[in-house]
C-alpha cells in the first residue's frame, strides 16, 4: 500500500511543482514582453531621429530664379503654359518658364519654341512624380523614341552627365524632351535608381530635383537640333540652379 500511495503524492507534488514552472515562465515572457513593448519602440524611434533623414530648404526660392540667366535663348513671359501649377506636381517649389530661338521674331508666334520645367522636393515622405515618358502617355501622346545622351557642364567633375531624351508626338505637334533628376548634389536620369538612392543610408539631409526641358518643333528641325537646344537650356539650367538655389553639399551632412 506505501509504494502505490508514495508514488500518487509524488506525482501529485511534480505536477504541482510543473504548473508553478508553467506559470513562472508565463509570468517571466509576459515581462519581457511589456519591457520589449516599452523599449523596443523607443530604440527604434531614437535610431529614427539619429540616422533618419531630414528636409532641407532651398538657399534661395525657384521663384526667384533669373530667367535672364539663361543667355542662348529668348525669355517669353508673354506665352503661358497651362496645367503645370503646383497642385499638378505636389509642391509649391516650382516654376515654368517660356524660352525661344534666337532667331525667333518676338511680335510672331513662334515657330519653335523651348519649356523649362524645374520642381523641387525635400520631405523624405515626398512622392517622386512621373516621369514624362509617363505623362505624355496618359494625356494621348505617343513616345516615338526614348533614349540618354551625354551633356557636359561646366566646373562639374562627373561632367558630362547622362540625362534622359524622348520625342513625343502630342496634339499635332512634335516634341523633344530632355530630363533628369538632381538628388544631393548628383545627376540621376531613372526614376527607379532615384528611389534606391534615398533610402540608402548617407547623407542627414535629402532633397530631389526633377529638371526638364521640352521643345515644340516643326517637322523642318531635325532630330540631333532639337536635343541640342533641349541640352544646352538644360546645361544653363543646372548651372544656374547648382550655382544659386540648390543646398550646398557641405549643408548635408551634421
Not at 31 to 42: E, M
Not at 89 to 117: A, S
Request: glycine residues 6%.
Amino acid at each position: 500500500m506505501n509504494g502505490p500511495t508514495a508514488r500518487t503524492a509524488t506525482d501529485r507534488t511534480d505536477r504541482a511543482a510543473g504548473s508553478s514552472s508553467g506559470r513562472t515562465t508565463f509570468i517571466t515572457a509576459m515581462v519581457i514582453l511589456l519591457i520589449a513593448a516599452v523599449v523596443v519602440p523607443t530604440g527604434m524611434r531614437r535610431v529614427a531621429e539619429r540616422y533618419g533623414k531630414r528636409p532641407i530648404d532651398l538657399r534661395v526660392s525657384l521663384h526667384d530664379f533669373d530667367a535672364s540667366s539663361i543667355r542662348t535663348f529668348h525669355y517669353r513671359p508673354d506665352i503661358r503654359v497651362v496645367g503645370s501649377g503646383p497642385e499638378w506636381v505636389g509642391t509649391e517649389e516650382m516654376f515654368t518658364l517660356i524660352y525661344t530661338l534666337p532667331q525667333e521674331r518676338l511680335d510672331e508666334r513662334p515657330e519653335h519654341y523651348l519649356v523649362l520645367f524645374v520642381t523641387y522636393y525635400s520631405d523624405p515622405e515626398d512622392t517622386i512624380p512621373h516621369t514624362p515618358e509617363v505623362c505624355y502617355r496618359q494625356a494621348g501622346g505617343e513616345v516615338r523614341n526614348m533614349d540618354t545622351m551625354p551633356v557636359e557642364i561646366p566646373g562639374r567633375a562627373d561632367s558630362p552627365v547622362t540625362i534622359r531624351t524622348l520625342d513625343i508626338a502630342t496634339g499635332g505637334d512634335l516634341v523633344t524632351v530632355a530630363y533628369a533628376f538632381y538628388h544631393n548634389g548628383r545627376i540621376v536620369h531613372d526614376r527607379e535608381r532615384l528611389r534606391l538612392l534615398m533610402a540608402m543610408p548617407g547623407d542627414r539631409y535629402t532633397y530631389f530635383s526633377k529638371i526638364e526641358t521640352v521643345i515644340r518643333r516643326s517637322p523642318a528641325m531635325t532630330h540631333d537640333a532639337a536635343l541640342e537646344h533641349c541640352a544646352r537650356l538644360f546645361r544653363e539650367a543646372l548651372v544656374e540652379l547648382a550655382d544659386r538655389h540648390y543646398p550646398l553639399d557641405a549643408s548635408l551632412r551634421d
